[in-house]
T-cell receptor
Framework: DGGITQSPKYLFRKEGQNVTLSCEQN?????MYWYRQDPGQGLRLIYY???????QKGDIAEGYSVSREKKESFPLTVTSAQKNPTAFYLC??????????????FGPGTRLLVL | AQSVTQPDIHITVSEGASLELRCNYS??????LFWYVQSPGQGLQLLLK??????LVQGIKGFEAEFKRSQSSFNLRKPSVHWSDAAEYFC?????????????FGKGTTLSVSS
């Protein structure tokens, strides 16, 4: 099956701990994205990557880090500097079509909770 | 600044009745517009998209949306709602920059369906 997988489904973080959320896609998409979703806030962009070994900060990158060593993988690390990490995290990927048109497709999400 | 407004936080519709969810955007150039649907605890599923051409676009599950440039709107409609349509709906605009296209989301509209 082609698609986007995120793991784990639930993740618990202790105070001062770094945690990493996994995102993998087998759609051969070039671009990948991380969003954070809080109740009543919609989705906000954390980081995105258009090609391997390159990524850009989104609107709320502070306290997060990413890597893009492989086309199919785009892990997100929530560092101890992120003081309010409790949220639902969504990964997406897209392929650029004619005229630069892109459609993003989303994974099932990871819910991060702080202990 | 680019933005998306969904004026209705919560809407309740009777099963079988028609539905219209409102979306207004602020964007300087010709927008790429999307509607996504999210069931509780799940990722986002693409309902439909507008890139160019015919301003009335058809999507999955019997949904359609109409792009009205003069009103900066992209309202979602369905002629007859089913109980399974109860979910959260997000409108988004694709914001193009030199690094690619990122999505700017509205805060969502929660749809409840009454019997």
């Amino acid at each position: 099956d082609g698609g986007i997988t995120q793991s784990p489904k639930y993740l618990f973080r202790k105070e001062g701990q770094n945690v990493t959320l996994s995102c993998e896609q087998n759609l051969n998409h070039d671009a990948m994205y991380w969003y954070r979703q809080d109740p009543g806030q919609g989705l906000r962009l954390i980081y995105y990557s258009q090609i391997v070994n390159d990524f850009q900060k989104g609107d709320i990158a502070e306290g997060y880090s990413v890597s893009r060593e492989k086309k199919e993988s785009f892990p997100l690390t929530v560092t101890s500097a992120q003081k309010n990490p409790t949220a639902f995290y969504l990964c997406a990927s897209s392929i650029r079509g004619y005229g630069g048109q892109e459609t993003q497709y989303f994974g099932p999400g990871t819910r991060l909770l702080v202990l | 600044a680019q933005s998306v407004t969904q004026p209705d936080i919560h809407i309740t519709v009777s099963e079988g009745a028609s539905l219209e969810l409102r979306c207004n955007y602020s964007y300087g150039a010709t927008p790429y517009l999307f509607w996504y649907v999210q069931s509780p605890g799940q990722g986002l599923q693409l309902l439909l998209k507008y890139f160019s051409g015919d301003t009335l676009v058809q999507g999955i599950k019997g949904f359609e949306a109409e792009f009205k440039r003069s009103q900066s709107s992209f309202n979602l409609r369905k002629p007859s709602v089913h109980w399974s349509d109860a979910a959260e709906y997000f409108c988004a605009v694709g914001a193009k920059n030199q690094a690619g296209t990122a999505l700017i989301f509205g805060k969502g509209t929660t749809l409840s369906v009454s019997s």
